[in-house]
């Protein structure tokens, strides 16, 4: 099975930087996801991590270290409108159906 | 086209009824899903269609019947559910293989009430 883990609930304010973890157990890693569902609506796809590394992709990067079973997603510059809740998604041993944590709600205020 | 639809955004149903819903994608995703969500928890893998062959079924009570009736469509038929299926319902495509660019899309949702 998997095990993944990330916080429940950030806060942090807006201009600020904050970092969403995200820990996983499992056999096999594939990749990793970081998708951003905000109230009500679907998730939206934001970066995938295979290799170790940090990936950038303008205000958000995402950070993957597959030894220590370990990836991070930076926001930088917050706005208001990244309140939302941050999901980490792993796929492992060869499947591509995504397994989800439980998400981190993210919290931005002025 | 990177859209994936669905209807009806939002059913009230009661626990006698037979509804459905629909989801419809053009991407040529060969992967189809459905999720239930509760409000604050990530979304809970129900079905997977691959190919539009049934593929995993995650235990899910038989009052949830799906069909997809070709490789654009999907359906979720629901008959006597109980107010605890109250959820927001999810569907989403990809393609069947894993790296980069094959994540998932999602649809809007829908939101279902069972009265």
């Known amino acids: 099975g998997q095990n993944i883990d990330q916080p429940t609930e950030m806060t942090a304010t807006e201009g600020a930087i904050v970092q969403i973890n995200c820990t996983y157990q499992?056999?096999?890693?594939?990749?990793l996801f970081w998708y951003q569902q905000h109230a009500g609506e679907a998730p939206t796809f934001l970066s995938y991590?295979?290799?170790?590394g940090l990936e950038e992709k303008g205000r958000f990067s995402s950070f993957l270290s597959r030894s220590k079973g370990y990836s991070y997603l930076l926001l930088k510059e917050l706005q208001m409108k990244d309140s939302a809740s941050y999901l980490c998604?792993?796929?492992?041993?060869?499947?591509?159906?995504?397994?989800f944590g439980r998400g981190t709600s993210l919290i931005v205020h002025p | 086209d990177t859209e994936v639809t669905q209807t009806p955004k939002h059913l009230v149903m009661g626990m006698t009824n037979k509804k459905s819903l629909k989801c419809e994608q053009h991407?040529?995703?060969?992967?189809m899903y459905w999720y239930k969500q509760k409000a604050k928890k990530p979304p809970e893998l129900m079905f997977v269609?691959?190919?539009?062959?049934?593929?995993i079924n995650e235990s899910v009570p038989s009052r949830f019947s799906p069909e997809c009736p070709n490789s654009s469509l999907l359906n979720l038929h629901l008959h006597a559910l109980q107010p605890e299926d109250s959820a927001l319902y999810l569907c989403?495509?990809?393609?069947?293989?894993?790296?980069?660019?094959?994540?998932?899309?999602f649809g809007p949702g829908t939101r279902l009430t069972v009265t």
């Open positions: 989403a495509s990809s393609q069947d293989r894993q790296g980069w660019g094959y994540e998932q899309y």
């Open positions: 499992t056999s096999g890693f594939n990749g």
């Open positions: 991590n295979v290799l170790d």
């Open positions: 998604a792993v796929t492992s041993g060869g499947s591509y159906i995504p397994t």
């Open positions: 991407m040529g995703h060969r992967a």
């Open positions: 269609y691959s190919y539009e062959k049934l593929s």
